[in-house]
């Protein structure tokens, strides 16, 4: 119940919400580790729906990002009130 509010949540503020790919990876993360993830923009430009994610310790996590079109806009746009604000919503 709580995931889909938390998600238009964090879209509407301009987050790109990300999960594991595979969920075994989640057992490989901890809390401090850092992670490089080149090409988001170009990503969720594109429609693409995976993202390679380089890990401090030099390991690879794949993440995913399943986005409507309308989120998709939301996030380029860097969250709802600037989407709003560029007069770029479509009709709702």
């Given at each position: 119940m709580g995931g889909h509010n938390y998600r238009q949540?964090?879209?509407?503020?301009?987050?790109?919400?990300?999960?594991?790919a595979n969920e075994a990876d989640y057992d490989t993360a901890e809390q401090g580790d850092e992670w490089n993830i080149e090409g988001v923009r170009?990503?969720?430009?594109?429609?693409?729906?995976?993202?390679?994610?380089?890990?401090?310790?030099g390991g690879e996590?794949?993440?995913?990002?399943l986005l409507l079109t309308r989120e998709r806009e939301v996030l380029l746009a860097g969250g709802t009130?600037?989407?709003?604000?560029?007069?770029?919503?479509g009709a709702v």
């Open positions: 949540d964090i879209i509407s503020q301009g987050i790109l919400p990300l999960v594991f170009q990503a969720v430009e594109s429609g693409e729906m995976t993202l390679s994610a380089s890990t401090g310790s996590i794949v993440l995913e990002a009130l600037e989407h709003l604000r560029d007069g770029s919503q």
